[in-house]
């Protein structure tokens, strides 16, 4: 019987590390500057981040492959160092904005190679739109009414006007985390108060994961945790000393956790 409850109690045990050890970062990266957005390239399961330094009026590119935790394009820039920004990712070409003149509107597109850098045409008279299964839509703003084309995402030519009916938006699998009465959680494994009572919450097989705000010496923290039916297997601190609620703070992309921390770091969990 006593040898039974041992190896009951050391499977137990073993299971547990297990999960622990699988749920410890993949992708742990520390930058100089601040995240300012993150696109995730679907088709190759690329995460994009845009990195922005007020500073030094620069803004910088990564690209982490999710799958293998291979960084791409490490801290790339374009020749115009801050008037532009990430616009959308797929099919392994990152597509970059710059800016109209007269204001914050996008204008212009670039489009880069992901795994290498390579410029491979860039627009400067036409604007992206949106995504569809047959490549990027784009308009020319200086022409009224807007006129939508699709367009080749290697080459950047038009393929003919933008068909509704055959032309559909890209289906995401990205999943964002619902805003949720504390009390709604399916369990009760908070270990802190949430802050006006909401909670931010995903559920992923029999993973729960939860972000809240709490009141800590004085100030606000923003706290992430990850359960499974029993316990809590993943836990960190996103922002200590904060003025204000701050907005959800991950997002979970297949079985890729991936949250944002201190405004700097980006850790991705496998689960």
């Known amino acids: 019987m006593f040898v039974s409850i ?3 109690l050391l499977n137990k045990i073993t299971i547990f590390e297990a999960v622990m050890l699988r749920l410890k970062p993949s992708i742990n990266l520390t930058f ?7 696109v995730i390239d679907e088709q190759t399961d690329t995460l994009f981040v845009e990195i922005r330094d007020a500073s030094l009026k620069q803004v910088s590119f990564n690209g982490l492959n999710l799958r293998n935790a291979e960084v791409y ?8 160092r801050w008037l ?5 990712a797929d099919r392994g070409i990152l597509l970059l904005h710059g800016f109209a003149a007269e204001g914050p509107a996008h204008k212009g597109i670039t489009a880069v190679n992901a795994t290498n850098g390579e410029v491979l045409w860039t627009d400067y008279n036409t604007t992206f739109d949106h995504l569809t299964i047959n490549g990027p839509v784009v308009f020319d703003s200086r022409i009224t009414p807007r006129k939508f084309y699709l367009t080749d995402i290697e080459t950047g030519s038009k393929l003919g006007l933008y068909n509704p009916q055959t032309d559909f938006p890209v289906k995401s699998r990205i999943a964002y985390p619902e805003a949720l009465p504390a009390e709604q959680v399916p369990f009760d494994l908070l270990a802190e108060s949430p802050y006006g009572n909401i909670v931010h919450y995903v559920g992923y097989n029999n993973f729960r994961i939860v972000s809240l705000h709490a009141q800590k010496a004085g100030g606000l923290m923003q706290l992430l945790y990850v359960w499974d039916d029993t316990m809590t297997v993943y836990e960190d601190i996103l922002n200590v000393k904060i003025q204000k609620l701050q907005p959800e703070a991950f997002i979970l992309y297949k079985n890729y956790l991936i949250y944002l921390k201190n405004q700097t770091e980006v850790k991705v969990i496998n689960l």
């Open 84 to 88: 532009t920004g990430i616009e959308a």
């Open 32 to 38: 100089s500057a601040p995240v300012w957005r993150m």
């Open 6 to 8: 041992k190896i009951a």
């Open 73 to 80: 394009l490490e801290n790339f820039m374009l020749d115009e």
